[in-house]
């Protein structure tokens, strides 16, 4: 989830054993229900996001911007507990995503391995041991990323997560996984989805050699491209602002984590990376009220678009899906630097 909470390595439950035993064996094409027809697509033109064709924001402080929040717990499971229930919880998100697209959100981070649920030993992966994809979680993902096409907002998808990677059995595995998720996504012909390989790699709770070096981050970054041509693909670092030169060379977009960055560092921590000329996103930082409001401003006037985690409400069990009532002052900064009618 963040550089600041550094949990250690997960234990292996025993649910993780028999999962491929529960879950089943698919190797084919996951066909969840019949397709739909898109309405919302995403574009980098000359370093800057546009949906339909048309510059994001245009007018505002934050144009050609995406502002963007962390919600990988909208479509959260855990095999390990019988009191939750995914399908609701996913609808509640569902429900308000209009709320926070009000605010001027134009993208949503999930995760098909979730993030932290404020508790340890939750076992939560959309892929089975060997890579492949189980259809159940995939039909709550498609829901929701199809709200967000319906409300023309974007969907950062995350692969993998520290605390779930144990499932997958092998390097091998990891890199079916990414090769799965990204057949899925071109299948399905979502055109609002971009791919993050894994959220902060490197993290000390990854087990997988490809997800803890630069290196095989860089190498399944370049397989998921060469997967599906046209999906946007990168993966997050850690919460200091920063990325290894190779990973974000391979990558389409830079995103960057802000947790552990002091305000009067994010300027810098953007400015080090324009010399790749790439858009930068950051897709987590869990600074809230008037310091979230603060950063959420610094980053769009250095030229980078901010996302939030609100660790309280959205990610730590039990999740709320409120809107703006979220955090209502970040809310409101968020709405002011991505309106023409506001400032700074």
Request: proline content about 4%; aromatic content about 8%.
């Amino acid at each position: 989830m963040t550089g600041t909470r550094m949990y250690g390595m997960l234990v292996v439950f025993p649910a993780i054993l028999s999962f491929a035993a529960t879950a089943g064996v698919h190797t084919g094409p996951v066909d969840v229900q019949d397709a739909f027809v898109p309405r919302t697509r995403v574009s980098i033109r000359n370093g800057r996001w546009h949906l339909n064709d048309a510059i994001t924001y245009r007018g505002a402080l934050a144009e050609g911007l995406l502002m963007n929040v962390r919600m990988v717990n909208a479509v959260f499971e855990d095999l390990n507990r019988s009191d939750f229930d995914p399908e609701a919880n996913a609808d509640e998100f569902i429900a308000h995503v209009p709320e926070y697209v009000a605010q001027g959100v134009r993208a949503f981070t999930l995760c098909l391995q979730g993030g932290m649920p404020g508790y340890e030993g939750a076992l939560n992966s959309a892929f089975r041991p060997d890579g492949s994809l189980r259809e159940s979680y995939l039909r709550r993902v498609q829901r929701v990323i199809e709200a967000c096409d319906r409300h023309g907002v974007v969907v950062i998808l995350g692969c993998y997560y520290q605390r779930q990677d144990q499932v997958l059995t092998s390097d091998e595995a990891v890199r079916a996984g990414v090769v799965n998720a990204a057949k899925w996504i071109a299948q399905r012909g979502f055109t609002n989805v971009m791919m993050e390989i894994a959220n902060e790699f490197g993290h000390g709770g990854f087990d997988h050699r490809l997800l803890r070096t630069a290196e095989g981050i860089a190498e399944l970054i370049d397989l998921a491209k060469a997967t599906s041509p046209g999906l946007l693909v990168s993966a997050s670092g850690l919460g200091n602002g920063r990325l290894p030169e190779r990973v974000a060379r391979a990558s389409d977009f830079l995103l960057i984590h802000f947790n552990n960055t002091p305000l009067e560092e994010i300027g810098a921590r953007i400015g080090a990376l324009t010399k790749f000329d790439k858009p930068i996103v950051c897709n987590e930082d869990d600074k809230v009220g008037d310091e979230g409001a603060k950063a959420a401003g610094v980053s769009v006037v250095h030229g980078a678009s901010w996302g939030f985690m609100h660790v309280e409400v959205n990610q730590r069990f039990p999740f709320r899906f409120q809107g703006a009532a979220d955090d209502p002052v970040v809310y409101a900064a968020i709405r002011r630097v991505t309106s023409t009618q506001n400032g700074l």
